[in-house]
Every structure is written in C-alpha cells, then in structure tokens.
C-alpha cells in the first residue's frame, strides 16, 4: 500500500504491488486494456473449454483481490471471477488476464481522500 499525504488530501494507491502482479504473471509487455471486462462475455461454470491449472488462477485472483482495497473499480470484476476458483476453464483465465491487462493502462489508479469542510459522503459503482 502507498500513501501519498499533501495538505488537502490522501492517495491510497498499489502501483508497486500492481508492477509486481505483471511481473509474477510475465504481462509486462501486454496490451493494455480500457475495460476490466467485456460485457458481453458471460461467464459459466461448464463453458465448454479446458480447465487450467487451479493453483495458477487462485494465486492471480488472490493477488487481484488484493489490489481491490485500492481499486475499487475492479472489485465487481475481481468478484465474479473468484466464483469460479474450483472449476477455472481457459475462459475464467482469459477474462482474469484481461483484469491484468485493464490494470496495466489504469497503473496509476487508486483511491482519493481530499479534506473538505462540508463533509458529505459520496459513493458511485459502474458495476451492474
């Protein structure tokens, strides 16, 4: 977790943790993606590919589930993909590659706190 302090406001980010997943994964060198997910994939138990190796897609879900603390706006898609640890197909591993991806051009992403003397809490979720 890092933690940018200025007079006004706090930044809670992972871009060294973000870099460390694209390395663990060797996706440094991917094409970033502007969406975390396609909307008209639907994912499924029994899709009708292979299954993949299930410890490779727990260790990227666990590591995607942890970058969700300061990037709530994969935390949808991070979420559905986790339904499928037990039964992960080449269709769960590609969706969660694109997270990977999505997160490659959004590096820099994270969570802004600025001091405000009217405090209102205000929240937005694009997931359906």
């Known amino acids: ?6 007079e006004d406001e706090v930044f ?10 694209l390395k663990k ?10 969406t975390p997910m396609n909307q008209k ?3 499924s138990k029994e899709d009708g590919t292979d299954r993949v190796e ?6 990227l879900i666990g590591c ?9 706006n994969i935390l949808f ?3 559905l993909l986790s339904r499928f640890m037990h039964c992960a197909t080449k269709m769960h591993l590609r969706a969660a590659k694109r997270v990977v991806r999505y997160i490659k051009g959004t590096i820099e992403f994270g969570v ?3 001091k405000s003397q009217d405090f209102k809490l205000l929240g937005f979720s694009d997931g359906d």
């Open 1 to 6: 977790m890092e933690i940018k302090q200025l």
């Open 12 to 21: 809670i980010y992972q871009k060294k943790y973000a870099k460390e997943i």
């Open 25 to 34: 994964f060797r996706m440094e060198d991917c094409k970033a993606m502007a």
């Open 41 to 43: 994939e639907s994912l």
């Open 54 to 59: 299930e410890g490779y897609f727990r260790s």
């Open 64 to 72: 995607l589930m942890y970058l969700t603390a300061s990037r709530p």
């Open 77 to 79: 898609s991070v979420s």
């Open 112 to 114: 802004k706190f600025k």
